[in-house]
């Protein structure tokens, strides 16, 4: 990793384990840029430009980043035709979150003006959400703003680069998918911390 300025960035040291081993310096790597990732997308200056080319919802309510996942989420989930459903509860799947949160998050995607909720011809008791006009242009405006940052980061890659890099990161990020980590893991953590 390399800091702005170009100065090669420290690393933590690397800590033995218990039984004198040093841990896996590749595995170290891809932990410490994942860890560096999550900047990526929650980078102020992409909700800024996206804010720049869309305009508020009838509310006036700012575009938060939790609306761009449901306005993802929604187009996703619509994307198999004009006859799939959505409902809060797939978005939840989606999202990966529990219904409830996804209830709260697609209410202020609505409250947005992003989303736009209809009975469910299937279940009167469910709402079968799509994307209004709104939505649809700011889908379009966040795909663009992250096409050209990733661009910018990888514009001196070669297009095999990209190509391997996307292959594997598809390949790690549906692994995960199919093993998400346990969310009890931190607290475990700070326990064997503890008795260490």
């Known amino acids: 990793m390399t800091r702005e300025n170009g100065a090669a960035e420290a690393l933590p040291a690397e800590l033995p384990e218990p039984d004198g081993r040093l841990s896996d310096p590749v595995l170290s790597d891809v932990s410490l840029a994942l860890f560096h990732l999550r900047r990526i997308w929650a980078k102020p200056d992409l909700m800024k430009r996206i804010r720049a080319q869309t305009s508020p ?17 929604v187009a996703a989930l619509g994307a198999d035709g004009d006859d799939a459903e959505v409902t809060v509860g797939a978005v939840a799947d989606r999202l990966e979150i529990d219904p409830s949160t996804a209830s709260r998050l697609v209410g202020h ?15 009167a008791r469910r709402a079968n959400l799509g994307l209004t006009e709104a939505g649809v242009r700011v889908k379009r405006v966040a795909d ?9 980061l990888m514009a001196d ?7 391997d890099f996307a292959r594997l990161l598809t390949r790690f990020a549906e692994a995960a998918v199919r093993a998400p980590m346990d969310p009890d893991g931190v607290d475990r953590i700070f326990e064997e911390a503890r008795t260490e």
């Open 57 to 73: 919802g009838p509310g006036s309510r700012p575009l938060q980043l939790s609306n761009l996942m449901v306005v993802h989420a």
């Open 109 to 123: 995607a609505i409250d947005a003006g992003l989303v736009s909720r209809r009975p469910s011809p299937v279940d």
């Open 144 to 152: 663009r703003s992250r096409r050209a940052y990733l661009d910018e």
């Open 157 to 163: 890659w070669t297009p095999a680069e990209r190509a």
